[in-house]
Nanobody, 123 residues
Framework: VQLQASGGGLVQAGGSLRLSCTVS????????VGWFRQAPGKEREFVVS????????NYADSVKGRFSISKDNAKNTVYLQMDSLKPEDSAVYSC?????????????????WGQGTQVTVSS
């Protein structure tokens, strides 16, 4: 299973971006997917996750009400819609997948990781 994250870029504070995580080599309908981010000099932190069924999600408190995760099984892709972006959201965002998992917030519960995509929010 391989994951490809895309959609990052430079945006002004208050703007929006949509990240995509596309899975190949497996059906995303069987995988929980989580997004994590890491800013320079900081530890990796959980952002949001969706269960394998798509029936449950978890959000970090810092992004609740601003970010939204969704799953498109037909396109084998998970989307992370990010609205009302803040400079502190700037980081490298990575997606990860785990087979038949709940919406875990723990990076060590994910088996497959994609490369990151850079998000930069200017003030």
């Amino acid at each position: 299973v391989q994951l490809q994250a895309s959609g990052g870029g430079l945006v002004q504070a208050g703007g929006s971006l949509r990240l995509s995580c596309t899975v190949s080599g497996g059906s995303i309908s069987r995988y929980a997917v989580g997004w994590f981010r890491q800013a320079p000099g900081k530890e990796r932190e959980f952002v949001v996750s969706i269960s394998w069924s798509g029936g449950s999600t978890n959000y970090a408190d810092s992004v609740k009400g601003r970010f939204s995760i969704s799953k498109d099984n037909a396109k084998n892709t998970v989307y992370l819609q990010m609205d009302s972006l803040k400079p502190e959201d700037s980081a490298v965002y990575s997606c990860a997948a785990s087979l038949f998992r709940y919406a875990s917030m723990r990076p060590n519960e994910y088996d497959y990781w994609g490369q990151g995509t850079q998000v930069t929010v200017s003030s």
